[in-house]
């Protein structure tokens, strides 16, 4: 038992649905989450009676994991905003947590992000709100012109997807949602692109 005055390092390691939990350099659990959770929540709790752990250093590290969006604050087109709403494309890369786009309730509907320079991508994350697309695709452009799909979903279940990308240089970023799974149309909370 840890005592009173005891400091302790912790870290967690995701590796996709993996994860690892050490303690002062030693794995002390490690279990496999039923979906991919690296970049949704991890809690941690005092399970001893009384406050007999102190946590000084707590860190989570996702492997190959990537720190900065490049789609943050920059332009987006969208095909529709939902009517009489204030969730615009630009909601989407924000980086604000309350706020999200909302489309029109039909489809297909899309929203692209121009990156301002052409990168190696190496993924997408999409945060959806309530009204998710059950099918969709993620295509990626030098030019705006010539699109090429590098992703595509027909069985999409909400919440977080983060979809890996192999280093596909690209400067244009699409998702059209092409079967919404619920009467709402097309919502995301966030749109984050990933790359070198």
Same mark, same amino acid.
Do not use: K
């Given at each position: 038992?840890? /005592?009173?005055?005891?400091?302790?390092?912790?870290?967690? /390691?995701?590796?996709?649905?993996?994860?690892?939990?050490?303690? @002062?350099?030693?794995?002390?659990?490690?279990? *496999? $989450?039923?979906? %991919?959770?690296?970049?949704?929540?991890?809690?941690?709790? @005092?399970?001893?009676?009384?406050? %007999?752990?102190?946590?000084? %250093?707590?860190?989570?590290?996702?492997?190959?994991?990537?720190?900065?969006?490049?789609?943050?604050?920059?332009?987006?087109?969208?095909?529709?905003?939902?009517?009489?709403?204030?969730?615009?494309?630009?909601?989407?890369?924000?980086?604000?947590? &309350? /706020?999200?786009?909302? $489309?029109?309730?039909?489809?297909?509907?899309?929203?692209?992000?121009?990156?301002?320079?052409?990168?190696?991508?190496?993924?997408?994350?999409? &945060?959806?709100? *309530?009204?998710?697309?059950?099918?969709?695709?993620?295509?990626?452009?030098?030019?705006?012109? *010539?699109?090429?799909?590098?992703?595509? &979903?027909?069985?999409?279940?909400?919440?977080?997807?983060?979809? &890996?990308?192999?280093?596909?240089?690209?400067?244009?970023?699409?998702?059209?949602? /092409?079967?919404?799974?619920?009467?709402?149309?097309? $919502?995301?909370?966030?749109?984050?692109?990933?790359?070198?």
């Amino acid at each position: 038992m840890l /005592t009173e005055g005891s400091w302790n390092s912790y870290e967690i /390691t995701v590796r996709g649905q993996r994860i690892e939990v050490y303690l @002062n350099g030693v794995r002390v659990n490690e279990y *496999t $989450s039923a979906r %991919d959770i690296a970049l949704g929540h991890i809690g941690v709790q @005092n399970d001893g009676e009384g406050l %007999d752990i102190h946590y000084r %250093d707590i860190r989570i590290r996702h492997e190959g994991a990537q720190s900065t969006d490049l789609a943050r604050g920059r332009p987006v087109e969208v095909t529709s905003v939902e009517p009489g709403s204030g969730h615009v494309g630009a909601n989407a890369v924000d980086g604000d947590p &309350a /706020t999200r786009w909302g $489309s029109a309730y039909a489809d297909p509907q899309s929203i692209t992000v121009d990156l301002g320079a052409e990168h190696a991508l190496t993924g997408v994350r999409l &945060a959806w709100e *309530t009204a998710y697309a059950r099918a969709y695709t993620i295509e990626t452009s030098v030019d705006g012109v *010539t699109w090429e799909t590098v992703h595509t &979903a027909t069985a999409g279940d909400g919440g977080l997807d983060e979809i &890996a990308l192999d280093g596909t240089v690209a400067r244009h970023v699409r998702l059209t949602g /092409t079967e919404r799974a619920t009467q709402w149309g097309y $919502s995301l909370w966030d749109l984050a692109v990933f790359g070198d």
